[in-house]
């Protein structure tokens, strides 16, 4: 569970998936079509230039292309791109660069590289791939903020494409901001078609407004136009990611005495759906799951997944589990594992870890050693033969710790990280700290180094579904409004449609946490009215 004011995030560069959901519309029962925007960052990006030809830009926060006098500068964009699934069909595909400077040129090209083989950290003038056909040539207005390429005819699917990009206009070069900028980095959007199976639709989707600063109120869509949903044929791989939708979860009976079984079925009583996510929390030398956890995931009315939550290094410190300190500990948690829980589930290592954070060096819990405590963790119980667990690094989404200079060493890497989790919480008094939509709650941000955690999430690790681990929204009121809560709900259906990264929604349920907000969906009747229509929504219906 969180605790609501402490740490923070930080950018860093590779490539990215985000996604806009979209249907058809019919009516009656017909055949539907789900259409996703699927948002790929820059996995390479620099430039070179004539009049410095051993020069590398690799680092440069700046791509520029074009002739500044004798000096011809080509920037090159190198993308990944996910496979877009079976029967998927990639309908368009746009590469979107924002301009860094104040004026741009009459006329831009952008044209394939051939070869895929060069790094942004070696490229020059020297060394640099030869150019294919020309692929797209736009001719910007003046004053543009961004630019953009069709590349339609050459991105059919996944794989990785190079580009370059040129322009023969003199003493006008083009400046573009790259993937180490603090935001507008180069972006490859590929809309891809995915046939659903037939259900009712009766409306087309809206779309969710944009993310509200803590001051502005959250913004309500139309009753009458519900977000798009998933068909019923969605399911989970072996990492539990679900071919589509989004599962749904809880932790409920936060901070109380009450059996989290039994505030999970209570909790699910009350809004309508069983929770396919029961998350719990352990530490130390605790042996998990118990049987009441194991048993919440043998009910066949009610199929649930296991989220556990280990503090691992409880009782000592990062450093000291990373040296191997408390190898027997995990050594025999894995053995308990084995023997008693075969099914998939999540594993969160040491949830929030930018709230227990000290930076001085040896203090045994910079965030190198969190990293570190992970990555030891992770990789002793995959070789003692856990096969089963899927593991999620749950950040904090606070803006003092996204700031600092420490947060982006905490990520362990890609090898030991299957889902990309956050911590995220809202206010729903109008105009108090940290009130906003859904929106705000994803992507807030206070500072111009940190775009937000679901757009770095979507920048930086692309390949990673994004599991919000704990989400949930407290009133601050003097006078707790019923609708207050109700408000940023109905935000909710919308604005997830447009983050179709978040694969895993979470709920934490208390009467008190410990600043002393009701985190409860039900503590009005209007709350729980627009939380039961979240709850509902088709969505969510992912097998297990």
């Known amino acids: 569970m969180i605790r609501r004011h402490a740490r923070t995030l930080m950018p860093i560069a590779a490539l990215a998936i985000g996604a806009v959901f979209g249907t058809a519309v019919h009516s009656g029962t017909a055949a539907a079509e789900t259409t996703d925007v699927v948002r790929s960052g820059a996995a390479d990006d620099t430039y070179s230039s004539s009049s410095r030809p051993s020069y590398n830009f690799g680092s440069s926060d700046t791509l520029v292309a074009g002739r500044n006098g004798g000096d011809t500068m080509v920037t090159y964009l190198k993308f990944n791109v996910a496979a877009p699934g079976t029967g998927a069909t990639v309908k368009s595909a746009k590469v979107t660069l924002t301009v860094a400077s104040r004026k741009v040129p009459g006329s831009i090209s952008l044209s394939r590289v051939a070869s895929t083989a060069w790094s942004q950290k070696t490229l020059s003038a020297k060394n640099r791939p030869g150019l294919g056909a020309v692929v797209s040539t736009v001719r910007p207005a003046s004053g543009a903020e961004t630019v953009t390429f069709d590349v339609s005819s050459v991105v059919k699917g996944g794989g990785t494409y190079a580009f370059a990009v040129t322009s023969t206009v003199p003493n006008s070069p083009a400046r573009f901001r790259s993937a180490e900028a603090a935001g507008g980095r180069p972006a490859l959007n590929v809309t891809v ?18 993310t509200n600063p803590p001051s502005n109120p959250p913004s309500n869509p139309p009753a009458s136009s519900p977000a798009p949903t998933a068909p019923g044929t969605c399911k989970v791989d072996a990492k539990l990611v679900p071919s589509c939708g989004v599962l749904w979860g809880a932790a409920a009976g936060g901070f109380s005495d009450v059996p989290r079984d039994q505030a999970l079925k209570t909790f699910e009583a009350k809004s309508g759906r069983t929770s ?17 956890e194991i048993a919440m995931t043998n009910d066949p009315a009610n199929p649930r997944t296991l989220m556990l939550n280990w503090k691992v290094g409880y009782g000592t410190t990062w450093a000291n589990v990373a040296r191997g300190d408390v190898d027997a500990r995990i050594d025999r948690l894995a053995g308990y594992i084995k023997a008693n829980y075969t099914k998939p589930f999540f594993m969160v290592l040491h949830h929030e870890p930018e709230n227990d954070v000290n930076p001085a060096a040896g203090s045994g819990q910079t965030a190198k050693d969190y990293a570190a405590m992970f ?97 949930g929204v407290y009133d601050s009121s003097p006078t707790v409004v019923g609708k207050n809560k109700a408000d940023v709900y109905a935000t909710v259906l919308p604005q997830l449609a447009k983050m179709p990264q978040i694969k895993g929604l979470v709920y934490f349920e208390t009467e008190r946490d410990q600043s002393g907000h009701d985190i409860r969906m039900d503590d009005t009747p209007e709350a729980l009215a627009a939380f039961k229509k979240i709850a509902a929504d088709p969505r969510f219906n992912v097998q297990l």
């Open 375 to 471: 990555r030891h963790t992770a990789l002793r119980l995959k070789a003692a033969g856990v096969g089963n667990a899927v593991f999620v690094m749950a950040y904090m989404n606070y803006e003092k710790w996204n700031n600092t200079s420490w947060w982006g060493d905490l990520y362990p890497g890609d090898d030991v990280v299957d889902w990309v989790g956050v911590d995220t919480y809202n206010n729903a008094q109008p105009g108090g700290f940290h009130y906003g939509d859904f929106n705000y709650m994803m992507n807030r941000t206070n500072s111009a180094k940190f775009p937000g955690f679901y757009t770095w999430a979507t920048t930086q690790h692309a390949s990673k579904p994004i599991m919000v681990a704990e989400w």
């Open 276 to 292: 396919t996510i029961y998350h719990t929390y352990h530490k130390g030398d605790q042996l998990f799951p118990t049987k009441s």
């Open 193 to 210: 078609s995915r046939p659903t199976a037939p259900r009712p639709v009766e409306t087309s989707p809206t779309t969710g407004p944009a």
